[in-house]
Nanobody
Framework: VQLQASGGGLVEAGDSLRLSCAAS????????MGWFRQAPGKEREFVAA???????????DYLDSVKGRFIISRENAKNTVYLRMNSLRPEDTAVYYC???????????????WGQGTQVTVSS
């Protein structure tokens, strides 16, 4: 499974961004796809994940700061998973990664494949 994340950039507080994760490889459709982020000096944290069939979508419910602002979706025809981020805040600044896991999980260690990350910087 190969993953290519894109869509990051420098934006102002209140703006929106849509990150994309293009997946390829013979078996990628059998994996759950997740988004994570890692701010400088902090651990990588789970944001959201889904499966390609659409029956499973879940967010970091404990992460009140993103609840209701971030939306994960997929476009099967393009083999792409998206993370729509609205009302961005300076504390959303991080490198965002997409990853693939063969189980439903929020734990980074359970994800076997990772994209290269895309930087999101939100200025105040």
């Amino acid at each position: 499974v190969q993953l290519q994340a894109s869509g990051g950039g420098l934006v102002e507080a209140g703006d929106s961004l849509r990150l994309s994760c293009a997946a390829s490889g013979r078996t990628f459709r059998s994996y759950n796809m997740g988004w994570f982020r890692q701010a400088p000096g902090k651990e990588r944290e789970f944001v959201a994940a889904l499966n390609w069939g659409g029956g499973i979508i879940y967010y970091a419910d404990y992460l009140d700061s993103v609840k209701g602002r971030f939306i994960i979706s997929r476009e099967n025809a393009k083999n792409t998973v998206y993370l729509r981020m609205n009302s961005l805040r300076p504390e959303d600044t991080a490198v965002y990664y997409c990853a693939a896991s063969d189980i439903k999980t929020r734990v980074p260690a359970n994800y076997s494949y990772w994209g290269q990350g895309t930087q999101v910087t939100v200025s105040s």
